[in-house]
C-alpha cells in the first residue's frame, strides 16, 4: 500500500535551518508530482510547495519563497524540504503529500517547532 | 487568490443524521474542487476529487455536488467516525491550491 514516511523534523531556534525528507513506498515515486503542506498548531491547512516529476517545475507559497527549497530523488522515492531562515511562524506540521487525482496519500506528518 | 469559505465553522449532529457542508469559492472553480477528513493527531485523508467523485475505499454515506463557485459534502448518515473536521481544496488554480478553514463536525 502507498506510504508516505517524513523525518527531520525538531525544535530549532529562529533563523536555523532544517531539512526535512520523505520517504515513499508502495507506488512508482517518480510518476507523481509532489507537494508539501503544512499546518499550524490547532490551524488550518497550507499549501507550501510542489515539484514536478523531473524536478523541472517547483513553486512556493509566498510565505516560505526564497527561504525554502523542494526537491526529489526519484532513484531513492524521496522527497526534501531544505527550510532556512525558519521564523517562529513556520512552527507546524509538515505533510508531504502525493499529487494525484488531488492530495491523495499523506504522510503522518513531522512537526517543526521554531522557538528560542 | 481564490479563497474558499466554509460554513458552518461547526456543525454539532447526533450519529444517524444527515450532514451538509458547504464551499463557496470568490470565483468560479469549474468542477475543480476536492474534500478531505481530518481526524484529531491524523493526516488529512482525500474524501472527494473533482467536486463528485469519491477516492478510492471511501464509504458511499460521503457525496460530494456543485460546480462553479458553490459546493456541498453531505455524509447521508452519520457514523461515530465521521465526526472530524473537513476541508475543502480548490485545485483549478494548482499550485497554490488553497484549502477552506474547514468545518468541524462534532456529536450533538
Known amino acids: 500500500q502507498v506510504q508516505l514516511v517524513e523525518s527531520g523534523g525538531g525544535l530549532v531556534k529562529p533563523g536555523r535551518s532544517l531539512r526535512l525528507s520523505c520517504t515513499a513506498s508502495g507506488f512508482n515515486f517518480s510518476d507523481y508530482y509532489m507537494s508539501w503542506i503544512r499546518q499550524a498548531p490547532g490551524k488550518g491547512l497550507e499549501w507550501v510547495s510542489y515539484?514536478?516529476?523531473?524536478?523541472?517545475?517547483?513553486d512556493y507559497a509566498d510565505s516560505v519563497k526564497g527561504r525554502f527549497t523542494i526537491s526529489r530523488d526519484n532513484a531513492k522515492n524521496s522527497l526534501f524540504l531544505q527550510m532556512n531562515n525558519l521564523r517562529a511562524e513556520d512552527t507546524a506540521v509538515y505533510y508531504c503529500a502525493r499529487e494525484g487525482v488531488a492530495a491523495d496519500s499523506w504522510g503522518q506528518g513531522a512537526l517543526v517547532t521554531v522557538s528560542s | 487568490e481564490i479563497v474558499l469559505t466554509q460554513s458552518p465553522a461547526t456543525l454539532s449532529l447526533s450519529p444517524g443524521e444527515r450532514a451538509t457542508l458547504s464551499c463557496r469559492a470568490s470565483?468560479?472553480?469549474?468542477?475543480?474542487l476536492a474534500w478531505y477528513q481530518q481526524k484529531p493527531g491524523q493526516a488529512p485523508r482525500l474524501l472527494i476529487y473533482?467536486?463528485?467523485n469519491r477516492a478510492a475505499g471511501i464509504p458511499a454515506r460521503f457525496s460530494g455536488s456543485g460546480s462553479g463557485t458553490d459546493f456541498t459534502l453531505t455524509i447521508s448518515s452519520l457514523e461515530p467516525e465521521d465526526f472530524a473536521v473537513y476541508y475543502c481544496?480548490?485545485?483549478?488554480?494548482?499550485?497554490?491550491?488553497?484549502f477552506g478553514q474547514g468545518t468541524r463536525v462534532e456529536i450533538k
Open positions: 481544496q480548490q485545485r483549478i488554480n494548482w499550485p497554490p491550491g488553497t
Open positions: 470565483q468560479t472553480v469549474r468542477n475543480y
Open positions: 473533482d467536486s463528485s
Open positions: 515539484i514536478s516529476i523531473s524536478s523541472n517545475n517547483k
